[in-house]
Structure formats: C-alpha cells, structure tokens
C-alpha cells in the first residue's frame, strides 16, 4: 500500500442539516457526494488546509472546529486519508470550481445519494 495521500474534508452543519457537495464530471469520482475539501500541502496543518480549499473551492470563509473523523480508503488511483472536521461558515458567497452541485441534507436525506466511499464513515456518524 503505497502512502496515504492526506485530504480534509468540512462539515457545514445547520440544525440537523449537513453540506454535501457532488464532483462534476471529469474529476476522479464524478457524480459522487463528498464533503468539500482537498490535499493538504507541505507545512500546512490540516485546519490551515481546509480553510484554504473551502476558499478555492467553494469561494468561502470558514471556522474549522473539531475533528469529526479520520478514514483510510483505497481507491483504484489513489490511497486517500481523509479527516473531516465541523466547519462554521464566516462569510462569502457560494461559488463552485470542483463540484457541480451542493445541496444541504438531513441524515435520513444523506443516505439515498451516492457518497465516495472515504466519505461514508463521517456520513454515518452524522447519520446516526
């Protein structure tokens, strides 16, 4: 197993809704729900990170909180290790670059889509 390549993940959480964001085809797991997030880079912590790619991503400020979960899946390109955090939206206005849709859903909404499998785990402890 080669080594893990280490993603963060944010939970946008309102009351008993969460954000779930769906890649836009031509990206690696296309047409899957994942938390936004990304790669973390050299000398970053993964907070650092995640505060960085909700603004690239998803043109927001946010509060990374507390470590939701940490998960290790293999995929056929890569092994990803991804953390999840609660997040708490600052400001800025939603615009998309890596997905194609988000929708804010409720547990029992969460678990008809199509999540990336490294995903899962986190959506289960929102899903209880």
């Known amino acids: 197993m080669s080594n893990p390549i280490r993603v963060v993940g944010a939970v946008f959480h309102d009351g008993n809704r969460f954000l779930a964001c769906r890649k836009k085809p031509g990206k690696p797991l296309e047409g899957h729900w994942e938390f936004p997030g990304g790669k973390i880079e050299p000398g970053e912590s993964p907070e650092q990170a995640l505060a960085r790619e909700i603004r690239e991503e998803l043109n927001l400020i946010a509060h990374v909180g507390s ?36 929708k804010w859903v409720t547990p029992a909404e969460a678990m008809e889509l199509t999540w990336a499998p490294a995903d899962i785990p986190a959506v289960e402890k929102l899903c209880p």
Do not use: N, P
Request: net charge negative.
């Open 67 to 102: 470590k939701l979960t940490t998960t290790t899946y293999e995929y056929d390109f890569a092994t990803i290790e991804l953390t999840t955090f609660y997040c708490t939206l600052i400001s800025g206005e939603l615009r998309l670059s890596d997905h194609d849709a988000t």
